[in-house]
């Protein structure tokens, strides 16, 4: 019976030992994919992506952009997924349902879990209902309708800062423009903002725990059995773990219970009179679909526009105030412009006013461009028509995915573009920029959200930056700390900080500690060592695989790194963060 085991035992491995070697040889010689050119490592397994995204922390993004330095502008980044970096091929990636059906790489949103929002859907007739569902409330007339709401949260932020005056008080930029992003949609989902303006420090942990969970998202899509197992944690384990999470976490409990106020509401004919809110209107809509007021589509959903309108928009603002501040005659010719339409520092105007400042235009136009949006590539399947890249056709059912901090980057559509320079938003040129200008995306998927988020950067910029307002300058920061650092989903930067509630009882200055951002695993504080036994492990394999893929000549023996110009030491470097001192 033992010689049975054993020889049944040896007989599985050498199957599975076999599958494995078959499975490597189908993906680099008998693929669809194989002609196309790229990393043979990349090619057979997705452990390469898996040692960039997770034992790197969200490196796999520029890994990707050194690929292309070496291989050209198209490439295949794993077993079933093709890249493409240049700008011409975006408006034939990312089209409109009239023009062809697209659909999503379903194992890229395993980020999000088993996430049901408009967001994460796959499906091209799907999304295309679920979108429909939600484009009524983010449209331009929507959200002029919302602006009074924009505008008061901007002036509760204006009437904290201005309280600040005369302190010496340093204050973290993104925490702050987090703090106004999240109330404002807070306000409109749930009719009620999440007070991030009145806590201390603005609520640090708020943008943390966005940031925190797009890490997590690269571990969910790697390992899916950690979905489940996270959910089946009791809170209380959760809390103890991860306590970083745990403002998201009471936020979707907050909701369902606001949800389940309004369906039992609904049931007994009591009709909900206060603020128009995005999700009571589609509970109380006979013509949204029962499948679309689901609890968990719902809280899904309520989850993915809390995290899309907050973090996005907070990091576009920091960046814009980063580099006005280190740019004094930038900061001079806004001001100077304000100042003709803003008689005086507390003088309002309507978003559709400030629209038609040409130079804040370009100021927030080259925000745009070097905050990026989304950092994480966005992968386009075609599923009923192949695709073609000059002379490379694209097979159909393919993902192609291309990054917008790529394309925004690119010296012959932006020349020296690690420059701020919103000169070149003034150019005969710029109407050619803005077709290149993707920080929301295009097509049938573009950011559902763009117009709020115009609004909240035009008032925003507007109130801050007023002339004579207030006397800001950068603190500890300089341009390097705001290079790209991490794909988390959304850009990590350079360096973080957190900055204390404390004042110094000598100087009266806000003291300022270092905090580090990001973990391994979901799982912290007492799973350490076994995030770096899992991460060494990796480590490990993957050096192992590069070294007998080597051996065995699938790997060229030149395999030099070329890194892109504007990459500088992104992929070496910690995380960002921006102060001002008041």
Known sequence: MAFLNTSTLLYLASVYIAYGVGLVIYRLYLSPLSRFPGPKLAAATLWYE??????????YTFKIAMMHEKYGPIIRINPYELHVNDPEFYDELYVHGSVRRTEKFLWDLRMFGRATSTFG???????????????????????????????????????????????????NLLDVFSALTGDVIGQYAFAKPLGLLDKPEFAPQWQRAILDLGENGHMLKHFTWMEPLFRSMPLWLVRVMNPQVMPLIELQMGFEEQVNGFKADLAKGRKYTGQRTIFYDMIADDQVRPQEKDSEHLRTEALAIMGAGTITTAHHLAIVSFHLLENPEILAKLQAELKTVLPGKNSRLQWQQLEQLPYLNAVIMEGLRMSYGTAHRLQRISPDIALQYKEWTIPVGTPVGMTTLLLHNNPDTYPNPRKFDPNRWLQPSASRLGKYMVAFSKGSRQCLGMNLAYCEIYLTIAAIFAPGRFKLEN???????????????????????RVSGLPSAETGTWAIFSTSLGKVLLLSRCTKKVQFFLRDLLSLLVIIGHHLFKQGKCVDEQDTEVKPHWLEESLSKPIYDIAGSW
């Open 50 to 59: 898996c040692y960039y995204d997770v034992a790197r922390r969200g490196k």
């Open 121 to 171: 859907t796959p499906e091209h007739e799907l999304h295309r209902i679920r979108r429909a569902t939600l484009s009524p409330y983010f449209s331009k007339a929507s959200v002029q309708q919302l602006e009074p709401v924009v505008q008061l949260m901007v002036d509760k932020l204006v009437s904290r800062l201005e309280k600040l005056q005369g302190s010496a008080a340093i204050l």
């Open 475 to 497: 603190y500890e920061t300089t341009a390097r700390d705001t290079q790209p650092a991490h794909d988390f989903l959304i850009l990590a930067f350079l360096r973080i900080q």
